[in-house]
Nanobody, 123 residues
Framework: QLQLVESGGGLVQPGGSLRLSCAAS????????IGWFRQAPGKEREGVLC????????NYANSVKGRFTISRDNAKNTVYLQMNSLKPEDTAVYYC????????????????WGQGTQVTVSS
């Protein structure tokens, strides 16, 4: 059974950092496109960044370029979201998702989703 579990969320001050983890089971993460999405209260879910299967190419939303990075540890079957220089507008529930297409996309056309982890950026 394919499963994704996010962890690492919490409360952080503006300018701080967090690293989210997306632990996968039931499939190898390097064979699937993995995306990170977020949804703030009252807003639609948006794609933040993603990593493609096999070649590991990435796509980033403009709002996080230069601040967030995505990485993959095949040995741990986990994808990470490193978030630096956090802003209050980054506050949201963050989800990871997986899909069988080769090139990742930031639209929510993914087949498998985790349960989400809350990130709150506030002083």
């Amino acid at each position: 059974q394919l499963q994704l579990v996010e962890s690492g969320g919490g409360l952080v001050q503006p300018g701080g950092s967090l690293r989210l983890s997306c632990a996968a089971s039931g499939f190898p993460v390097d064979y699937y496109a993995i995306g990170w999405f977020r949804q703030a209260p009252g807003k639609e879910r948006e794609g933040v960044l993603c990593i493609s299967s096999m070649d590991g190419s990435t796509n980033y939303a403009n709002s996080v370029k230069g601040r967030f990075t995505i990485s993959r540890d095949n040995a741990k079957n986990t994808v990470y979201l490193q978030m630096n220089s956090l802003k209050p507008e980054d506050t949201a529930v963050y989800y990871c998702a997986a899909a069988g297409f080769r090139q990742c996309v930031l639209s929510d056309e993914y087949d498998y989703w985790g349960q989400g982890t809350q990130v709150t950026v506030s002083s």
